[in-house]
């Protein structure tokens, strides 16, 4: 199973909206609203910010959004903030009922 | 909702280790739990789950026939155990819940160093 292909880093200044974008294939991301995005600051283990796709768990700041078309899913994190510097990765469940994760994108806050 | 996991450490390459993930504040007999690893400087892999009584497992290629997955639900602790232990093995391995009801990872552990290296 071959890694999710994600932009290796994004840039924004506080305030502005960044997009990350996760590209699988039909046998996973585009078979199944089973994509999930994670957050991991430096040293820290990864923390879950997007579920099935679109869904928030209780405690993300909705600045935090996801979607999907096709085989590409994307997270948007809009009035970007100093603290959302980290590395952000997708994942999702496939039809081997394996899950795979992406290559990992690092954002940076100007 | 706490996960500690334990049993990391340097091994041979060739050699065995069994990691354990002891787990609390939550009915841990009612989720799916899963392995997800971090080699130093790289991205996440997820490795391996287990459903909520044990009776059904998937693993990644890259540890079919080398690590198995289990769990104690009386004392609320999941296992990997892992033997034939490869250089490429060398990882931060965390445990992870599972969403319940849906896809995806809500709640990790601080994660273990394993280090197959002679």
């Known amino acids: 199973q071959s890694a999710l292909t994600q932009p290796p880093s994004v840039s924004g200044s506080p305030g502005q909206s960044v997009t990350i974008s996760c590209t699988g294939t039909s046998s996973d991301v585009g078979s199944y609203n089973g994509v999930s995005w994670y957050q991991q600051p430096p040293g820290t283990a990864p923390k879950l910010m997007i579920y099935?796709?679109?869904n928030r768990p209780s405690g993300v700041p909705d600045r935090f959004s996801g979607s999907k078309s096709g085989n590409t899913a994307s997270l948007t994190i809009s009035g970007l903030q100093a603290e959302d510097e980290a590395d952000y990765y997708c994942s999702s469940y496939t039809s081997s009922s394996t899950y795979v994760f992406g290559t990992g994108t690092k954002v940076t806050v100007l | 909702v706490q996960l500690v996991e334990s049993g990391g450490g340097l091994v041979q390459p060739g050699g065995s280790l069994r990691l354990s993930c002891a787990a609390s504040g939550f009915t841990f007999s009612n989720y799916w739990m899963h392995w997800v690893r971090q080699a130093p400087g790289k991205g996440l892999v997820w490795v391996s789950r287990?459903?909520?009584?044990?009776?059904?497992?998937n693993y990644a290629d890259s540890v079919k026939g080398r690590f198995t997955i289990s769990r104690d639900n009386a004392k609320n602790t999941l296992y990997l155990q892992m033997s034939s232990l490869r250089a490429e093995d060398t990882a931060v391995y965390y445990c992870?819940?599972?969403?319940?009801?849906?896809?995806?990872?809500?709640?990790w552990g601080q994660g273990t160093l394993v280090t197959a290296s002679s």
């Open positions: 099935d796709v679109s």
């Open positions: 287990i459903n909520s009584d044990g009776g059904r497992t």
């Open positions: 992870a819940r599972g969403v319940s009801g849906s896809y995806g990872f809500d709640y």
